[in-house]
């Protein structure tokens, strides 16, 4: 049964109208102009004769019957089922209420949410001297799920409710999302939705070849740029790591010492040291600045097939701990200070083949043996000792073969912003306790800012058994979701760096996105005719590049994009590696041609 309670009246009839939100441009439905507290519905602009519009609120209750009393199935839901208009209380990160509960009307999308949140923080859209007018918000609800299971022991039902945070933004309307999860929230109660600005920047699509840049003499395996943006690494089959001028696109050192493939590296977060792993397990540190070597260490029996440093803001400003993984089945933990190694995380029956190093003081492993497992990287606070194994992730059928951990792009650039600064840093010397302690500062706040209030770390496992599994590794074995799809096996993941969404590469030729926390499916882009390799996010989350075997690359606007936006071509052999810069300015990609080549916009 429905009831229809309010309907339009004189403006000029109602009193106590509270604070007004003047200004306010509603591009949806038949609002133009200011926007009042939810008693009072909204409010036409010329203050001469205005009306209440839109102000119709229905009610229903769950259990609907047809013209003949029959009861109608839950699931089958009308559109007319939902109500025009929505109380709406929005939320910061942090949990903090903005502005009063009002009433919306259930047509409005992200960009009219949008409209509000930016009077709500009296954002002035007419002022075009900063980006704020333009910064796109995402949206999120919160919804108990309710699950069912039998307790394999003793054969009694158990009942589970545990809460996950909807992307509202992947709905062209508030009506989509409620239509959705018609059973999970009541339009008689508060819509509490939290937003998110996207970026307070963008960053422009890369369309063109600028530079290509010789050197190798055998595959490019690895390229990475530095956490500022500034400098740019390479490794590949000829065993050196070369280092190389993104100003001028030329060669700055040609770094020996490797005696075999480089198959692994990685900058250390504050960008002072960078790291290689090669076929032999040998590890090798050096200082970009110098192109020296600053140490050789047989880490491992077999070759190195991962490694990931300590993020900056679990260690003080140090960055001396660096993890790795090989093909033994062993992953270690190493002082590069003392080259010394901490910590042997032993456990795996078969290779691992990808290690991370999460924000929450974990360690994660995924290994041919089929098993992901979770790792103590830190003593105190009753974790116990370093290398303890917390937990073991089950559930794929075959090996695992890449992870993505939701604050990747927050821990490789730690303390840096967009720009490639540190905030209100004057020092200039790395090597300084003054400049240790601000970085170390900086990369706190961001990755609080990046954390908000409540949010989990996301881990996604990506197997040969054409599966992606999502989990919250800090909290449970248990995964979130398993996530099919694919029609092959699926080579590499990445998160957005916003973690609002994360991508996966497969050899189906195919690149797949899915929403950061539900896991749910958003699109599949197509348009590869080989294997696709890599995946990397432009740093404001809104482009993905991609790397194939047919030796192009590729651009993507997100979400958006199913078919390519860009088709990056150039290369005369396969596109092994590729990486976008932390400051947006340029892609580069590595070839079994043995050319890197730089684009930009």
Same mark, same amino acid.
């Given at each position: ?26 591009? $949806? ?84 949410? +949008? ?168 590890? *090798? ?73 999460? +924000? ?34 089950? $559930? ?25 600064? *540190? ?179």
């Amino acid at each position: 049964m429905e009831v229809e309670t309010s309907t339009s009246v004189p403006a000029a009839a109602v009193t106590n109208t509270g604070k007004n939100l003047s200004g306010v441009a509603w591009t $949806g439905g038949s609002l133009v102009g200011s926007l009042n507290p939810v008693n009072h519905g909204f409010r036409t602009a010329d203050g001469k004769g205005g009306y209440i519009i839109n102000n119709t609120h229905k009610r229903y209750k769950r259990t609907r019957r047809d013209a003949d009393g029959n009861v109608i199935d839950e699931n089958d839901i009308q559109d007319d089922d939902i109500p025009g208009n929505v109380v709406v209380q929005f939320r910061d990160r942090e949990g903090e209420t903005v502005g009063e509960a009002m009433d919306v009307p259930t047509s409005a999308g992200t960009d009219e949410l +949008g409209t509000l949140i930016r009077s709500l923080l009296n954002e002035d859209d007419e002022d075009h001297s900063t980006n704020k007018a333009h910064i796109p918000y995402a949206f999120f609800a919160k919804i108990e799920r309710i699950t069912k299971t039998t307790n394999p022991s003793t054969g009694e039902p158990v009942v589970k409710t545990h809460t996950d945070e909807i992307d509202i933004t992947d709905f062209n309307s508030l009506k989509a999302f409620l239509k959705e999860y018609y059973k999970q929230i009541s339009t008689e109660q508060t819509l509490e939705l939290t937003y998110q600005p996207l970026a307070l920047f963008k960053v422009r699509p890369v369309t063109r070849c600028t530079d290509t840049l010789p050197g190798h003499t055998e595959a490019i395996l690895h390229v990475s740029y530095s956490p500022d943006g500034k400098h740019l690494a390479s490794g590949g089959g000829d065993a050196t790591v070369r280092f190389w001028d993104v100003n001028t696109s030329t060669p700055r050192h040609t770094c020996k010492g490797h005696k075999d493939h480089v198959l692994s590296t990685s900058w250390s977060p504050d960008g002072k040291r960078f790291a290689s792993g090669d076929k032999r397990g040998f590890l *090798i540190l050096w200082e970009p600045t110098k192109g020296e070597s600053s140490g050789s260490i047989k880490a491992h029996s077999k070759w190195i097939t991962g490694m990931a440093w300590d993020p900056m803001h679990r260690n003080n400003g140090k960055c001396e701990r660096l993890v790795t993984s090989s093909k033994d089945g062993l992953a270690k933990i190493w002082n590069v200070r003392t080259k010394r190694c901490e910590a042997t995380l032993a456990g795996h029956t078969d290779s691992i083949e990808s290690v991370k190093w999460g +924000g929450e003081g974990l360690i994660y492993t995924a290994s041919r043996d089929r098993t992901i497992k979770v790792w103590n990287a830190e003593e105190g606070d009753g974790k116990g000792r370093v290398g303890l194994l917390v937990r073991t992730l089950v $559930g794929h059928g075959h090996r695992v073969n890449t992870l993505a951990v939701s604050c990747d792009y927050i821990c490789r650039t730690g303390p840096f912003d967009h720009y490639g600064k *540190i905030a209100d840093l004057e020092v200039r010397d790395r090597d300084s306790d003054e400049w240790r302690e601000a970085a170390y500062k900086a990369a706190v706040a961001k990755y609080n800012a990046f954390k908000g209030s409540g949010e989990h770390e996301r881990l996604i496992s990506g197997s040969d058994d054409f599966t992606l599994m999502l989990w919250h590794p800090t909290e449970n074995k248990r995964p979130i979701k398993r996530l099919t799809g694919h029609q092959q096996a699926v080579n590499h993941l990445a998160f957005s760096p916003d973690s609002r969404f994360f991508a996966s590469a497969s050899f189906d030729k195919k690149i797949k996105l899915w929403n950061g926390r539900s896991g749910d499916f958003v699109t599949t882009m197509t348009g590869h005719v080989g294997a696709v390799y890599q995946v990397a996010w432009s740093s404001d989350a809104r482009f993905l590049v991609s790397a194939s075997k047919d030796s192009t690359a590729k651009l993507w606007e997100v979400p958006s994009g199913r078919k390519a936006k860009e088709t990056l071509p150039g290369h005369a052999d396969e596109v092994y590696a590729l990486d976008w810069s932390p400051n947006g300015a340029s892609v580069a990609t590595g070839s079994k041609d043995r050319t890197i080549k730089i684009w930009k916009h």
